[in-house]
């Protein structure tokens, strides 16, 4: 009891001193953010290493739609701190969708979500992933055309 005791005491005391913003908690050292915020301490607000992306790189969509090059921007919606509004996916065939930056296991908001929403007469949905190394965000895009659904894979940076 006392070995439980002590390592309990001792999770506890790694938080002591340790100060996290936006209502999140210390557990056993780290703060853990919520969407939208990262880093050590929470402080750091994710849409903005997202701002001034924009220049499309790749675009492969598996299905009958060819889309043509365009330019893809990345911005914070200027409401909550994890909404970003991105324009011009699929060659501009969806003119604007919102998505959601998700902290991931890392504390970092390195997932965007987009939730099924519809645009240019159809719907789309997916994920992109944030890779730090390179500053691009790669998406897997699900949309529907002409009742078929088709994958869209987009590279962003």
């Not at 001193?17 to 210390?26: F, H, Q």
């Not at 919606?77 to 969708?97: F, K, P, Q, R």
């Not at 987009?114 to 007469?121: A, L, S, T, V």
Request: net charge negative.
């Amino acid at each position: 009891a006392a070995l439980i005791i002590t390592i309990w005491e001792c999770d506890r005391k790694s938080c002591n001193d340790v100060v996290c913003a936006n209502g999140t908690n210390c557990y056993q050292g780290p703060c853990y953010c919520p969407d939208g915020y990262e880093g050590a301490h929470c402080l750091t607000e994710s849409y903005i290493k997202y701002q001034n992306m924009g220049n499309f790189t790749y675009e492969n969509c598996n299905g009958a739609t060819p889309f043509n090059t365009n330019l893809v921007s990345i911005n914070h919606s200027g409401g909550n701190a994890n909404e970003l509004i991105i324009t011009g996916l699929m060659g501009g065939y969806c003119s604007s969708v919102t998505a959601f930056i998700r902290t991931d296991t890392n504390n970092e908001g390195n997932i965007i979500e987009i939730n099924e929403q519809y645009c240019g007469g159809s719907s789309v949905y997916g994920q992109g992933t944030y890779d730090k190394a390179n500053n691009r965000v790669t998406f897997q895009l699900y949309y529907n055309f002409s009742g078929q659904t088709f994958q869209c894979t987009t590279v962003v940076q």
